[in-house]
C-alpha cells in the first residue's frame, strides 16, 4: 500500500509493496535513475499557506529529502532556491517544473558545496534572486561507505567534512545578515549522530557535530528572533544510499531494523521541515526532530 500521508493509515503498512533494489550508481546519484523511485510526496503534498510569501534556500534540494521539501515548501506557498551539483541537473529541472507549478519562484544555482565561494555566492544570489532569504534549510550530503579506517583516504574524510559541516557553516555565515527575525534556520543530521555504524565513521562524525553546532546557534540567535533546528533522519530512499552510501548487499533489507521494519520515503520528512519552518514552532529551538521509524535516541 502507498500513501496520500493524509488518511488514517497503520505506518507498518505504508509503502509495504515497495521493495528497494541495488541498482548502483556513481556519487551524487540521481533520483530519476532509482528502482523503484521514491516518493518525493509530488503526487499527494497538500499545502495550507503555512508557508506564504516566505523565501527559501534547500541545498541537495534536486532529490530525496531535499526536494520533498522543496515540493511541500512551494505548495505551502514558498519560493525556492534549489542548490545541487551540476551533474544532478536532471533532477533539479524536474523539481524545479514541481514548484513553477505552484506558480512560486524558483532559482536553480548548481556549484560545489565544498568550495567556499560557491557558497557564499549561493547565498548572494538567493538573496537577490528571492528578494530576500527568511528559510536556510543545509540539507546537501555525502554519504560513503568505508570498512577500515586504514583505507579511508585523507581526500575522502576532507570531502565528507567540506560538504557536510564547513559549507553549512559558510552558508549560515554568509546568510546571517539577510535573515530577520522570524528566520528559520533547518540543518539536516542523522540517526548517525548517536548511533554510528561501524562503516561511516567520517559521515557520522559530521552529523554528530552538526546536531551540537545547531543546538549552540540555536541559543545565539534566539535573542534576534531567528530559530535553528534540526532534522535527524533514519533509513530513507534515496540517491545517496545506491550511490555507495550503503554497500550494496545491504540495500535490499535496508531499513528493515527499525522498529517500523521499513525504510522512510522522502515524503514521510517533508512535513518535519515545514512544521520547522513555519511559526508554528516558534517556541522549538535547538531541537533535533527524529523522523527515524522508531529507533530510540537520546
Ligand atoms: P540525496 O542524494 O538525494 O541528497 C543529497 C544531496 O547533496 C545531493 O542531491 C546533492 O545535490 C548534494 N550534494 C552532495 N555533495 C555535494 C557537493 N559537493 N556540492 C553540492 N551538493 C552536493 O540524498 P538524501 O538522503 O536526501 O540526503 C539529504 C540529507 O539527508 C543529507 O544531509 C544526508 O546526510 C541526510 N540523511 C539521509 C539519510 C538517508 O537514509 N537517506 C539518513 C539520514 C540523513
Ligand atoms: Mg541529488
Known sequence: MS?????????????????????????????????PRADLGEKTYRGTGRLTGRKALITGGDSGIGAATAIAFAREGADVVLSYLPEEEEDAARIAGLVRDEGRTVLTIPGDLRDPDYCRDLVAQ????????????????????????????????????????????????????????????????????????????????????????????????????????????????????????QPQEKIDSFGEDTPLGRMGQPAELAPAYVFLASPESSYVMGETLNVNGGMPTP
Open 3 to 35: 500513501t496520500d500521508q493524509y488518511t488514517f493509515t497503520d505506518p507498518t503498512a505504508m509503502y509495504a509493496d515497495i521493495q528497494p533494489e541495488a541498482k548502483h550508481q556513481p556519487e551524487p546519484g540521481l533520483d530519476a535513475d532509482m528502482t
Open 126 to 245: 538567493a538573496v537577490e534572486g528571492l528578494g530576500g532569504l527568511d528559510i536556510l534549510v543545509n540539507n546537501g550530503g555525502k554519504q560513503v561507505f568505508n570498512e577500515d579506517l586504514t583505507t579511508l583516504t585523507d581526500e575522502q574524510f576532507d570531502d565528507t567534512f567540506k560538504t557536510n559541516v564547513y559549507a553549512m557553516f559558510w552558508i549560515t555565515k554568509a546568510a546571517l545578515p539577510h535573515l530577520t527575525p522570524g528566520s528559520a534556520i533547518i540543518n539536516t543530521t542523522s540517526i548517525q549522530a548517536y548511533s554510528p555504524s561501524d562503516i561511516l565513521v567520517d559521515y557520522a562524525s559530521t552529523k554528530a557535530t552538526i546536531n551540537a553546532f545547531t543546538k549552540a546557534l540555536a541559543q545565539q540567535l534566539a535573542p534576534k528572533g531567528i530559530r535553528v533546528n534540526a532534522v535527524a533522519p533514519g533509513p530513507i530512499w534515496t540517491p545517496l544510499q545506491v550511490s555507495d552510501g
